[in-house]
């Protein structure tokens, strides 16, 4: 089972809507969790960094959210534009046994119609 | 100012054959990782360096391995080649060696193809 799941996997919407993406982590503990943008074949780009402590964070139309206590964090888009469509994905820092890695998810993958 | 660079951007490969993948990091960043990323996934854990010396390896085989340079540059080796080493390795650069909410800067990835 991954430690960081998405949903849903995919997601087409019409521009000018807004969407909300879903993020469940199990990881523990976890000194952050961000929101990447991946273009096909592209290096991920970060959108958003929270600590555990913060509950929302915004980036321009990008909005995420994160509830600690039950390991969840959203990621509000609002008046999508075509250039959004991309996969968007959740990555969670794990801190545990003295190393430092990130936990990705496996993405949600936006489509923005005309 | 130049972000992390990563080289090559494609490469072919024969099953068995060895394969070394490079990334330059941003300018003042000490630490890169390395990330391996099957098409339809999210990227994988392979390696991180900071200050030259390994700090965190993912669950790969001992066929994956990687170094960092004086400049902070680093490498990725990969040995006898499998069909499902084939993904868009990428790595990224931190300032700092933990990276505790620090920006993770991302190249673009070089695209493997083993065939």
């Known amino acids: 089972k991954n430690q960081v799941e998405q949903s849903p996997q995919s997601l087409i919407i019409l521009e000018g809507k807004n969407c909300t993406l879903q993020?469940?982590?199990?990881?523990?503990?976890?000194?952050?969790l961000r929101w990447y943008k991946q273009d096909t074949g592209r290096g991920p780009v970060s959108l958003t960094i929270?600590?555990?402590?913060?509950n929302t964070k915004s980036n321009g139309r990008y909005t995420a959210t994160l509830d600690a206590d039950t390991k969840q964090s959203s990621l509000h888009i609002t008046a999508s534009q075509l250039s959004d469509s991309a996969s968007y994905i959740c990555?969670?820092?794990?801190?545990?046994?003295?190393?430092?890695?990130?936990?990705f998810g496996t993405g949600t993958r936006l489509k923005v119609l005309a | 100012d130049a972000g992390v660079t990563q080289s090559p951007t494609h490469l072919i490969k024969t099953r068995g054959q060895q394969v070394t993948l490079r990334c330059s990091p941003i300018?003042?960043?000490?630490?890169v990782s390395w990330y391996q990323q099957v098409l339809g996934q999210g990227p994988q854990f392979i390696f991180q360096y900071y200050e030259k010396e390994e700090r965190g390896r993912g669950n790969f085989p001992d066929r994956f391995s990687a170094r960092q340079f004086p400049n902070y540059s680093s490498e990725l080796n990969v040995n006898a080649l499998l069909l499902g080493d084939s993904a868009l390795y990428l790595c990224?650069?931190?300032?700092?060696?933990?990276?505790?909410?620090?920006?993770?800067?991302f190249g673009q990835g070089t695209r493997l193809t083993v065939v």
């Open positions: 300018s003042g960043h000490k630490s």
């Open positions: 993020c469940n982590y199990t990881v523990s503990p976890f000194s952050n």
């Open positions: 990224a650069s931190t300032g700092r060696d933990r990276g505790l909410n620090t920006e993770a800067f």
């Open positions: 929270m600590t555990f402590s913060e």
């Open positions: 990555v969670v820092s794990d801190t545990t046994s003295g190393t430092y890695k990130y936990i």
